[in-house]
Nanobody, 120 residues
């Protein structure tokens, strides 16, 4: 049982910043990857950034240099600092947790999503 609670979405002008947070609760396990994906109607959900429990990060090319993902393992929380926002960043952002149990395929969990709207 894992629950992900997202916050921080909203409306911002182009060039502005937002910080998204995602807190995980439940049987998370120590080895995991947390990340952010985004979805626009008519398009597939796409990776934005991920970070492992060891701190390794991965970013989509479109956000590299503008977004920063980080985590607080003590709080089981992942953050996405979004700077220099563009209208193209407008989407519903989803938090994801991938949990590794040591056998079989990993388990994944999704948050409810938070809307980010960037005006021109």
């Amino acid at each position: 049982q894992v629950q992900l609670v997202e916050s921080g979405g909203g409306l911002v002008q182009a060039g502005g910043s937002l910080r998204l947070s995602c807190a995980a609760a439940g049987s998370i396990f120590s080895i995991n990857t947390m990340g952010w994906y985004r979805h626009t109607p008519g398009k597939q959900r796409k990776l934005v950034a991920t970070i492992t429990s060891g701190g390794l990060t991965n970013y989509a090319d479109s956000v590299k240099g503008r977004f920063t993902i980080s985590r607080d393992n003590a709080k089981n929380t992942v953050y996405l600092q979004m700077n220099s926002l563009k209208p193209e960043d407008t989407a519903v952002y989803f938090c994801k947790l991938v949990r590794y149990s040591g056998y079989g395929p990993p388990d994944d969990y999704w948050g409810q999503g938070t809307q980010v709207t960037v005006s021109s």
